[in-house]
């Protein structure tokens, strides 16, 4: 009696498992993908860049700042600011601003490079700390996630690493 | 008031070492998990053990607080030594791992029986108080960010004393956080697991070792 | 021993073709069904690529049936899934980037696409921070629509059905290795593999453990950034440093090392059975998968075929003795088809073993074959209309 409600039940498991393996594309990934969307997870800071602080009107584009992102545990990069300038396509030739990031009303960093046309030409500039809590940054291309000045498809994303770091990658 | 004030330190130095207790469990946690699994199971073996790695990480602690205490400074981030510290305290790490954690050179007992591949690695290793202290030590000394804010703080009270009691503190409100790693004790120690723990140990060795070597390559280029 | 003509337990297979055909229908349906918005909407390119699955996935089921064979078939499909898989993915990414190297710049967008490799690495920040270490999307965008909700939403459905069959019907980067493992007709290194086996087969729970910890502590994807050989094929952040140049030397050296020489001298999946921690990691759900791979204790005559035979290194005289395989079996079917006395058998738990093996066997398959056609057969779809598009008179 018993041997035969495990083979039923194993049966009936067997049976579910194919009706599972069946619905994957029509009900289980639309399922999934909004839980884990619910899920309240969030990409690391490191790659993210972190959440929003304020946004700044430029003519014709915007400058939206980030919070500082600080390392977590033993994680190897620097601590850093991260800047968007969105979007690329309606950026001037040459952009030179001076930036407040952590809004005290006083300009923090300049910030300043040539929009290449071809969007697949590598972008370099330079960022230049107006005072010490900023380190200044000489022809920055992408040397890591705490330097770096790269286009993407958000606008030309620049990360300025705070002073006081202890180790970067 | 002395008392009031040195009892406010003491109080500063547990809430900084509490709160910083995750950043201490991540830089020591991966050397005592793998450490503690080659030990055999059984919770007193197992606080006997880690109290003995905690003392010697204090040891560690300690000795660096009055080491920065008689300097009379913190240590610089541009400091120089700290690359050559950094990269010969994680080689010592690297070593002792293998000799203690991964249990090489093994001492082979003349009347070991035959055995099949997984018995002599997978045996538990009898507890050696040699192992705790050595990378108890050596992961207090390994200048891990929390120790690094400590001794900013610490260096700038106005007595040795002073000095070593804020870590003395600072060093309970993280070991606090290593109190969970008793719960290896109930593991059960199958050959496998022991062999696995041992692998992990030399893994480690090799991280901390590489991290060692390059550390040391970066000074000895860049100055 | 059981005498073999005694079939009270485990009576011959029917493989007439009628049967075969009958069997076949459904899997052939399934692959129509999944193929159709190729059809509707996509290219001449991708239509024949999807001919071309349909057919591939098809006839290899109908010879699985009408043989009783599985692992000769399943190899087939894997093979072709591990080699046509990077073909098609490097084609995309040089078309789309001119280079296999991710700049800094698709790493901060969140573009990178999700590998399926990193989910154990994820388990400890995201369980205690909220926090996925990885440098993609959460949600599928129209730049990335390989996100980490939709790449981790295939993986457990996969493992939820197959347990660790993932490793034999799903993972392209398993296919690789099992054909370098195919070439040669004889094992030159078999002496190595009797010796070390037992203890290699650990090396991935280490790993595991290893990387586990280590991306916990780092907050970074350990194995991808230093252990991941399968960068070789696919993917990785570009050369900018020092450690970058590291990583690349040694995920080099790990696949020449472990998916084509040691499974070429060997003959076993070497990075699968002794180095991948995924794979470890998906073992643990083999603890609660219903399939599973038995042995008749009657009819086993301990000729140790099996055992050589195994891919991985997953069966063990002691393990044998008791009827079993080890937890870390792929469900593969080699010591099933290799069995001269029909005493490996494919087992539902809970029923009794060796006791109508072959309803297990197609239970198990069904779902296998669906999963892989919709996963496997989409990837060898569009590898196949990648490559047409090579060709001069396309």
Redesign the interface.
């Known amino acids: 009696m018993r041997e035969r409600l495990q083979s039923v039940l194993a049966y009936t498991g067997a049976g579910f498992m194919l009706l599972v393996a069946v619905s994957v594309p029509f009900v289980l990934m639309p399922a999934f993908t909004k839980v884990v969307g619910h899920a309240g997870v969030h990409i690391d800071a490191a790659y993210s860049g972190g959440t929003i602080a304020r946004t700044i009107q430029r003519p014709g584009y915007r400058i939206v700042v980030y919070q500082p992102v600080q390392p977590r545990l033993l994680e190897q990069i620097e601590p850093f600011v991260q800047i968007v300038f969105r979007p690329a396509d309606a950026l001037p030739a040459r952009v030179c601003d001076e930036i407040d990031l952590d809004g005290d009303g006083r300009p923090d960093v300049r910030v300043a490079f040539a929009v290449p046309v071809d969007p697949r030409t590598p972008l370099r500039g330079d960022v230049t700390a107006l005072n010490g809590k900023y380190i200044s940054l000489a022809n920055v291309a992408g040397e890591s996630f705490s330097r770096l000045m790269v286009r993407t498809e958000n606008g030309i994303v620049v990360r300025v690493p705070l002073n006081g770091n202890l180790a970067h990658r | 008031m002395a008392a009031f004030s040195l009892s406010a330190c003491a109080g500063e130095a547990l809430v900084l070492g509490l709160a910083t207790g995750p950043v201490c469990l991540a830089s020591c946690g991966p050397v005592v998990v793998p450490w503690m699994l080659v030990q055999p199971n059984g919770v007193r073996v197992h606080s006997r053990q880690l109290l003995l790695f905690l003392t010697a990480r204090l040891a560690g602690y300690l000795a660096f607080a009055a080491a920065l205490w008689l300097v009379g400074s913190t240590i610089p981030r541009s400091w120089p030594g700290r690359s050559w510290l950094f990269g010969s305290v994680q080689l010592l790490l690297a070593i002792a791992l293998v000799v203690y954690a991964a249990g090489f050179p093994r001492r082979r007992c003349a009347l070991a029986k035959p055995s099949t591949d997984l018995v002599q690695i997978g045996e538990a290793s009898p507890p050696r108080s040699s192992g705790a202290l050595a990378l108890g030590f050596l992961t207090g000394i390994n200048l891990c960010p929390p120790f690094l804010v400590a001794g900013v703080r610490a260096a700038q009270l106005a007595t040795l004393s002073a000095s070593l009691l804020f870590f003395l503190f600072f060093f309970a409100g993280t070991a606090l956080w290593f109190v969970p790693f008793l719960s290896l004790g109930f593991v059960r120690r199958t050959p496998a697991l022991v062999t696995v723990a041992r692998m992990v140990a030399v893994l480690l060795a090799c991280w901390y070792g590489f991290s060692g070597i390059t550390n040391l390559i970066e000074r000895a280029l860049y100055g | 021993m059981a005498s073999r003509s005694s079939n009270l337990t485990h009576p011959p297979v029917f493989r007439g073709v009628g049967r075969s055909i009958l069997l076949t229908v459904p899997i052939a349906l399934?692959s129509l069904l999944?193929f159709t918005p190729a059809f509707q909407h996509a290219g001449r390119n991708l239509r024949i690529g999807a001919v071309a699955a349909i057919l591939f996935m098809t006839a290899l089921f109908f010879l699985m049936m009408r043989t009783g064979e599985t692992y000769r078939w399943r190899r087939i499909f894997f093979v072709a899934l591990g080699f046509l898989f990077p073909v098609g993915f490097i084609a995309s990414l040089v078309a789309e980037r001119g280079t296999m190297s991710i700049?800094?710049?698709?790493?901060?967008?969140?573009d990178t696409p999700f590998c399926f490799m990193v989910t154990p690495s994820l388990l400890v920040?995201?369980a205690f921070?909220?926090?996925?270490?990885?440098?993609?999307?959460?949600?599928?965008t129209a730049?990335n629509p390989h996100?980490?909700?939709?790449m981790?939403?295939?993986w457990?459905?996969f493992t939820?059905?197959l347990g660790k069959a993932w490793c034999s019907y799903a993972c392209f980067f398993g296919g690789i290795e099992e054909g370098f493992a195919a070439f040669p007709k004889r094992r030159r290194l078999h002496k190595f593999i009797t010796?070390?086996g037992?203890?290699l087969r650990?090396?991935p729970?280490?790993?595991l453990?290893?990387v586990v910890?280590?991306s916990?502590?780092?907050?970074?994807p350990v194995y991808c950034m230093w252990l991941c050989p399968f960068k070789t094929v696919t993917e990785f952040p570009?050369v900018?440093?020092v450690?970058t140049a590291i990583q690349f030397g040694v995920f080099i050296a790990l696949f020449a090392g472990l998916v084509v020489a040691l499974p070429f001298l060997t003959k076993k999946r070497t990075q699968c059975g002794f180095f991948c921690p995924f794979g470890a990691f998906q073992s643990l759900f083999n603890k609660i998968n219903?399939?599973e791979i038995r042995f008749d204790r009657a009819k086993c005559v301990d000729c140790t075929l099996c055992q050589t035979t195994c891919p991985t290194v997953a069966l063990s005289s002691e393990s044998i003795r008791e009827g079993k395989t080890l937890l870390n079996c792929m469900k593969c079917g080699a010591c099933v088809d290799v069995c001269k006395k029909d005493a490996a058998v494919w087992h539902?738990?809970?029923?009794?073993v060796a006791v109508k093996p072959e309803r297990?066997r197609l239970?198990?398959l069904?779902?296998a074959w669906?999963?892989a056609t919709?996963f496997g057969g989409s990837i060898l779809a569009n590898s196949v209309a990648a490559m047409i598009g090579f060709l001069p008179w396309k």
């Open positions: 399934w999944m700049p800094i710049s698709r790493m901060v967008s969140g920040p995201a921070a909220r926090t996925i270490i990885f440098p993609g999307s959460i949600l599928p730049s996100s980490i909700a939709v981790i939403g295939l457990f459905a939820l059905v010796r070390w037992s203890r650990l090396v729970w280490a790993i453990l290893f910890l280590g916990a502590v780092l907050f970074e570009a900018r440093n450690e219903l399939f539902l738990k809970g029923t009794p297990a239970l198990f069904y779902g669906a999963l919709m």
